[in-house]
């Protein structure tokens, strides 16, 4: 989890993102996103290059408190682990 860039008149509820890897289902997402209460938002990808004036791609990240972040990266792996024991 990496935290934004705070601004002086921002409260003490912080927010932090989290990087979604690639391949997790949406269906887990959105479980995650109305379980712990954090949201599900795009953040422009800084690619090491890029021109100014190239279209700059973006990416789902999870934003939340660091608390609910932390316990959907659990649910998030748990419930990964459980599709994929669905093929042995």
């Not at 996103?33 to 795009?42: A, R, S």
């Not at 990416?59 to 042995?88: C, N, P, Q, T, Y």
């Amino acid at each position: 989890m990496s935290k934004p860039d705070k601004k002086k008149d921002e409260p003490d509820n912080e927010k932090f993102i989290m990087p979604i890897p690639a391949g997790v289902p949406y269906s887990i997402l959105a479980q995650a996103v109305n379980k712990f209460g954090i949201e599900l938002v795009e953040k422009e990808v800084v690619l090491p290059g890029s021109a100014g004036d190239e279209i700059v791609p973006k990416a789902w990240v999870l934003r939340g408190d660091k608390e609910g972040l932390g316990k959907a990266r659990e649910f998030i792996a748990k419930k990964i682990l459980e599709s994929m024991r669905r093929f042995e």
